[in-house]
């Protein structure tokens, strides 16, 4: 899948777009991939996507300094899950994978207890969207 970086957003249209993807249970790159898809009409496209739930288990590898976790669907691994330093990165299907969900919680190398079920909730929701976009690919098994 290519990639496309976008610099210098305005604070306020981040602003909305968090909210935007938080209303619909996105992470914000799967909102910023939603709202390119109706830009240029390829939305139509993803409409027949199987919806059904994915459920992505994860495994906590080390609980502090930095909090990390494997995640799996069925017995295959496809994410990676760290925080370190105030920076949460969801990488898949690995580490050095494609960054899926980054955000900076209070927590500096280890969840603040209020904010974990937020972030690994969202990290699980970019994951599983990660794996149906792979799975639609032409090519895929």
Request: include cysteine; proline fraction near 4%.
């Amino acid at each position: 899948m290519a990639a496309l970086t976008i610099y210098n957003i305005d604070l306020e249209t981040q602003r909305r777009l968090g909210e935007r993807a938080a209303r619909n249970g996105r992470s914000i790159q799967a909102e910023l991939r939603q709202i390119l898809r109706e830009a240029v009409g390829t939305h139509e496209r993803f409409a027949a996507v199987d919806l059904r739930p994915v459920v992505v288990r994860l495994e906590r590898t080390c609980f502090d300094f930095p909090e990390q976790y494997d995640a799996f669907i069925g017995d295959e691994k496809v994410g990676y899950l760290r925080l370190r330093h105030r920076h949460f990165r969801v990488e898949c299907p690995d580490v050095w994978g494609e960054l899926v969900y980054a955000a900076s919680p209070n927590g500096d190398g280890i969840f603040d207890d209020d904010e974990r079920p937020q972030h690994l909730d969202a990290a699980r929701e970019a994951i599983a969207e990660w794996w149906r976009e792979r799975a639609e690919e032409p090519g895929s098994a």
